[in-house]
């Protein structure tokens, strides 16, 4: 199979890609981290062939604190995946940050716990400037595209990542936003860097469903719960597949990721052998 260049992790309400009556191939991946959250499935989208990935699972059965995120990241990875652009709900703290709106996030917050987060947990010590967490050229390559399809855009901002599945508490809410993040999500931690150990770019677009637990003058009227995002999510679906189309079209031709770890490191990590043969 020919090497592919861009994926597309889809997250809640972003479950297909590709219309059915594409062409479109189905590869399963096995990885040394055990199975990935679904099928790889390979089509086109613009012209240029693209993997999809179900971060939840095709069936959104995967709960964020579940996902195999080092599976997904090395199944890409393996493929010859150098850019990935992913979508996520997320959760509005800040002002710029309201409901209906697409933030580009070019910073985060970890807030997790206990979340395998690094593909360098053994004898190869490896360190990752993290700095920049998402890739630059990707975010304004995204930001471009929101952009041209006339949306309303915020092209930086900081995410929170929680632990999840619970949504924050609205002292939690307060504390994120005085700390100075936008947004509240679930799921951007490890992905970002993950990716990046990886050799890989990766950009999120994020869409805002609510005001988390309410705004800081304490209106709740689109304060979170299940029901909202998933709502509001599936009728930002043709949006966001658009969106998700013109950042894949704005990537340039000769796009290269940045290089934050040894090539040879991340080429071990590659040759690492499966799960199932590491079980027999």
Same mark, same amino acid.
């Given at each position: 199979?020919?090497?592919?260049?861009?994926?597309?992790?889809?997250?809640?309400?972003l479950?297909?890609?590709?219309?059915?009556?594409?062409?479109?191939?189905?590869?399963?991946?096995?990885?040394?981290?055990?199975?990935?959250?679904?099928?790889?499935?390979?089509?086109?989208?613009?012209?240029?062939?693209?993997?999809?990935?179900?971060?939840?699972?095709?069936?959104? =059965?995967?709960?964020?604190?579940?996902?195999?995120? *080092? !599976?997904?990241?090395? @199944? %890409?990875?393996? #493929? $010859?995946?150098?850019?990935?652009?992913t979508?996520?709900?997320?959760?509005?703290?800040?002002?710029?940050?309201?409901?209906?709106?697409?933030?580009?996030?070019?910073?985060?917050?970890?807030?997790?716990?206990?979340?395998?987060?690094?593909?360098?947990?053994?004898?190869?010590?490896?360190?990752?400037?993290? =700095?920049?967490?998402?890739?630059?050229?990707?975010c *304004? !390559?995204?930001?471009? @595209? %929101?952009?041209? #399809? $006339?949306?309303?855009?915020?092209?930086?901002?900081?995410?929170?990542?929680?632990?999840?599945?619970r949504?924050?508490?609205?002292?939690?809410?307060?504390?994120?936003?005085?700390?100075?993040?936008?947004?509240?999500?679930?799921?951007?931690?490890?992905?970002?860097?993950?990716?990046?150990?990886?050799?890989?770019?990766?950009?999120?677009?994020?869409?805002?469903?609510?005001?988390?637990?309410?705004?800081?003058?304490g209106?709740?009227?689109?304060?979170?719960?299940?029901?909202?995002?998933?709502?509001?999510?599936?009728?930002?679906?043709?949006?966001?597949?658009?969106?998700?189309?013109?950042?894949i079209?704005?990537?340039?031709?000769?796009?290269?990721?940045?290089?934050?770890?040894?090539?040879?490191?991340?080429?071990?990590?590659?040759?690492?052998?499966?799960?199932?043969?590491?079980?027999?």
């Open positions: 199979m020919t090497a592919l260049r861009i994926a597309v992790i889809g997250g809640s309400g479950y297909r890609l590709f219309d059915e009556r594409d062409d479109i191939e189905t590869v399963t991946v096995e990885t040394p981290y055990g199975p990935p959250s679904g099928p790889i499935r390979i089509g086109r989208v613009g012209g240029r062939r693209v993997a999809f990935l179900a971060r939840h699972g095709e069936d959104h =059965a995967l709960a964020p604190h579940r996902i195999p995120y *080092r !599976a997904n990241l090395w @199944a %890409l990875a393996s #493929l $010859g995946v150098c850019a990935i652009v979508s996520s709900a997320v959760g509005g703290i800040s002002d710029r940050a309201r409901p209906g709106t697409f933030l580009v996030p070019d910073q985060l917050i970890d807030r997790t716990a206990g979340r395998p987060d690094t593909f360098f947990d053994g004898d190869d010590v490896q360190h990752l400037a993290a =700095a920049e967490p998402f890739d630059p050229v990707l *304004r !390559a995204a930001a471009r @595209a %929101l952009t041209g #399809l $006339g949306e309303e855009v915020v092209p930086n901002g900081t995410t929170v990542v929680i632990q999840g599945p949504f924050s508490t609205r002292a939690e809410s307060g504390w994120y936003r005085a700390a100075g993040a936008d947004i509240v999500n679930m799921t951007q931690y490890p992905e970002a860097v993950l990716a990046a150990e990886l050799g890989m770019g990766l950009v999120t677009i994020a869409f805002v469903t609510d005001t988390d637990a309410g705004t800081a003058a209106d709740t009227a689109d304060a979170v719960d299940a029901a909202r995002v998933l709502e509001r999510m599936a009728q930002a679906g043709p949006r966001l597949r658009s969106a998700v189309a013109a950042t079209a704005e990537i340039p031709t000769g796009y290269r990721p940045r290089t934050l770890i040894p090539a040879a490191a991340v080429q071990r990590v590659l040759a690492a052998p499966l799960a199932a043969e590491q079980s027999r």
